[in-house]
């Protein structure tokens, strides 16, 4: 279950959208939320510190006493500081923001985010500047999405963390997206991966395969999301190697999506 979430914070406006998302999340799963902040060596500690303090206690009013919330403060760049933490502290899911733009204009996604897709091993949710948690989790916009290239999953715990957000949707419906060449069938091995993969989840989940004929992924993706408008949450796995998502590949889409992007990590542990 769902019980630590860290939201790294460097107090810009994308900042403040996903620690929104991380405090609504936190208080619906009764799980334990940490803000961090990580403060360069080089910067003002002391102004660092008086922000993070004016940033909890305003978290604290907006969500109420049953957001178990503390704030943290290291010095040090955010992959080292994040790493030495869940080493320490332990975690279950990061929440990140993205800076950008709505529609199919190139979201510019924070560089911090960039790096802590590519080098955290906790599944991440990258929450664009644009969405609110009140579109996220209203009726309208219940669809989740779980793009796959229908590999078999090396750990059986990646998908447990999309199942407990889904969770605290409102009445969600799953579709595993598979995308690939016209004329072509998936081998015997796809087919127990997505049969898998369908009933894999609580049976009160209504789960579904979807197949989107496409020769290039994203494109093929971007192109059923135009036909879904109520989409509320994309997922995709992220590999170490050899898969058709592997980290480099989850950060292009983290580039161009308007939707918050639920980042599942499969690679080596």
Known sequence: MLSSIIAPVDFSNEAGTSLKFAAEIAKRASAKLTII???PADENEAEAK???????????DNFGADLRCEAQI????????????????????????TKGASGLKKIFIGSNTMKVIGSIKLPILVIPETVRFEEFNRNGKNRVILATDLEELEHETTLDILEDITSLMIEPRLRIVN???KNTKLNFQQGLVRKALVSGFNHS???????VFSNKVLEGINFYLSKNSDTGLIAMVARDSGGLFPHHFTQDMASITHYPLLVLNDSKK
């Open 179 to 181: 995308v690939r060449p």
């Open 37 to 39: 902040h990580a403060n």
């Open 74 to 97: 290291v010095t040090g760049d955010i992959i080292s500081v994040l790493t030495s933490w869940i080493k320490r502290e332990g975690g279950d899911l990061i929440v990140m923001g």
């Open 50 to 60: 008086q922000k993070l303090s004016q940033l909890l206690a305003t978290t604290q």
């Open 205 to 211: 989940l209504e789960t579904e395969p979807v197949t």
